[in-house]
């Protein structure tokens, strides 16, 4: 999609602050995430991490809670899928994309790669107010 400039929010200080160069990893897993995020980051001419207080991200907290919970005791009742590994483990993904036309995203990845806005000004201004760099 051609982005150079990245903002990611966490709630996490200790991530932000290693990210950002102001904390050593110290944990084996840690520098490894650490290491893949620098990878990444080589992706961006800029790339901030920004922390934001739990409180003001209460859905995604609990969502990161439940993500580290073990549901052995529930595998009768509920489906849950365990990822047997790390996100930080590189596998080779290939997916082709077609292009078959137009969908909702179409005016958005258009702005994003070269600051178009469709000729309806309700659509315009709601692309822009999406726009939070």
């Keep these: 999609m051609g982005i150079k400039h990245l903002r990611a929010y966490v709630d996490s200080q200790i991530i932000a602050q290693q990210v950002n160069g ?7 897993s840690m520098k490894r995430y650490l290491q ?6 080589k992706n961006f001419e800029t790339l901030e ?3 934001i207080s739990r409180n003001t991200n209460k859905k995604a907290d609990m969502l990161s809670k439940l993500a580290t919970l073990t ?5 009768r009742k509920v489906l849950v899928e365990v990822l047997k590994d790390k996100s930080i483990d590189e596998k080779v993904v290939v997916a082709t994309i077609e292009e078959g036309g137009s969908c909702w995203m179409t005016p ?12 309806d000004v309700t659509e315009a201004r709601r ?3 999406s726009d939070i760099g």
């Excluded at 102001?22 to 084996?28: G, N, S, T």
């Excluded at 893949?36 to 980051?41: C, D, L, P, Q, T």
């Excluded at 549901?71 to 595998?75: A, K, S, Y």
């Design 22 to 28: 102001a904390f050593e990893a110290k944990d084996i």
């Design 36 to 41: 893949f995020g620098e990878k990444i980051s």
């Design 49 to 51: 991490v920004v922390q």
């Design 71 to 75: 549901f052995d005791h529930l595998r």
């Design 108 to 119: 958005y990845v258009k702005y994003l790669q070269d600051r178009t806005l469709p000729d």
């Design 127 to 129: 692309i822009k107010v």
